[in-house]
Nanobody
Framework: QVSIVESGGGVVQPGGSLRLACATS????????MGWYRQAPGKERELVAR????????RYADSVKGRFNISRDNAKATVYLRMDSLKPEDTARYYC???????????????????WGQGTQVTVSS
């Protein structure tokens, strides 16, 4: 059974930093490109960062480039997002998921599934 648990969010002042973590199980994590997504109230969920299965092929949304850093630890089946120089517009609920979203890799093959964790809330406010 797929499990995704995000943590590390909180309330921070503009210019502050946070480090999010996403612990996973139930799918072939070290064969899965992973992404961090966020959703602000009234907006669609958007991809902010992605990382290849081996830690390469990293890409960021233009809005976070130079401020966010994605990394992963395949031994722990965990993906991280370091966020620096936070801005009020970064306020959102943050989720992790395979990239493309919903494309899970299992030992027997790939399957699309709507598995999301509860997310972790990031609020940037003075």
């Amino acid at each position: 059974q797929v499990s995704i648990v995000e943590s590390g969010g909180g309330v921070v002042q503009p210019g502050g930093s946070l480090r999010l973590a996403c612990a996973t199980s139930g799918f072939f994590f070290d064969h899965s490109p992973m992404g961090w997504y966020r959703q602000a109230p009234g907006k669609e969920r958007e991809l902010v960062a992605r990382i290849g299965s081996g830690g390469g092929t990293i890409r960021y949304a233009d809005s976070v480039k130079g401020r966010f850093n994605i990394s992963r630890d395949n031994a722990k089946a965990t993906v991280y997002l370091r966020m620096d120089s936070l801005k009020p517009e970064d306020t959102a609920r943050y989720y992790c998921n395979p990239e493309p979203a919903g494309m899970f890799v299992f030992t027997w093959g790939e399957a699309k599934a709507d598995h999301w964790g509860q997310g972790t809330q990031v609020t940037v406010s003075s």
